[in-house]
């Protein structure tokens, strides 16, 4: 049996590059391929960037960049709500639920833009055991989501937790939007970048059974 070892540090790709590909920054914001300015390869893999300093970042601090794997467990969390309820993977309106954790910002268009589809979603699936949870990650807290709430014309029924920007580390949360499916205290799913709530919906009802 060999045994190969796996590279732990990032290194730069020298040599020809393919004339397209996906840059691994912009695909986690849903674009697709483009001319990339350069290459590196860690543990084993090649990934590219479209600027030449997303190189030198990932080449500090590649993990900081690589989607955490799945199944993982989820991280636990005490947030409040804008009206001061705590809220935990452990409150008896989550427990045993299959949920769908969104991290998201007031200054972030495409979660806000995604929002109302996930509220449509809770108000599709709540009865057969799924909630949907909002994490925001503003610094101000209730100072930016309370008023955001207040003019929204959707009206969410799932729970708004404040202050996740002290958590989002822990759930492997990279950028926004994030969206992660949470059973049984692991996370099984991780959606970020431009969220396709259909593609959601089908893992949504697999999960379920439906």
């Known amino acids: 049996m060999k045994f190969f070892h796996v590279q732990e540090k990032a290194q730069r790709v020298t040599g020809k590059l393919p004339a397209k ?42 993990e900081a960049f690589i989607p955490a794997p799945v199944p993982r467990p989820a991280p636990p969390f005490a947030l409040k709500t804008p009206t001061g309820e705590t809220v935990t993977l452990e409150s008896p309106a989550l427990r045993g639920k299959l949920m769908l954790v969104d991290f998201w910002a007031t200054w972030c268009v495409p979660c ?17 055991g799924f909630t949907v949870i909002g994490i925001s990650l503003d610094g101000e807290g209730a100072k930016k989501v309370v008023p955001f709430l207040a003019k929204s014309k959707t009206k969410f029924t799932y729970p708004i937790l404040l202050n996740g920007e002290t958590i989002w580390q822990a759930w492997g949360v990279k950028s926004v939007p994030s969206v992660l499916l949470v059973k049984d205290g692991q996370i099984l799913k991780h959606w970020s970048g431009q969220i396709d709530v259909k593609e959601i919906e089908i893992k949504l009802k697999e999960t379920l059974a439906l």
Do not use: H, W
Not at 30 to 35: I, L, N, R, V
Not at 112 to 128: F, R, S
């Open 112 to 128: 806000v833009k995604a929002m109302p589809e996930l509220q449509k979603l809770q108000a599709k699936y709540a009865g057969k």
């Open 21 to 62: 590909a996906l840059c691994l920054i912009c695909s986690q914001s849903g674009e697709g391929e483009e001319k990339p300015a350069g290459a590196a390869s860690y543990k084993g893999k090649t990934y590219y960037f479209c600027n030449t300093g997303e190189i030198e970042r990932f080449l500090k601090d590649p």
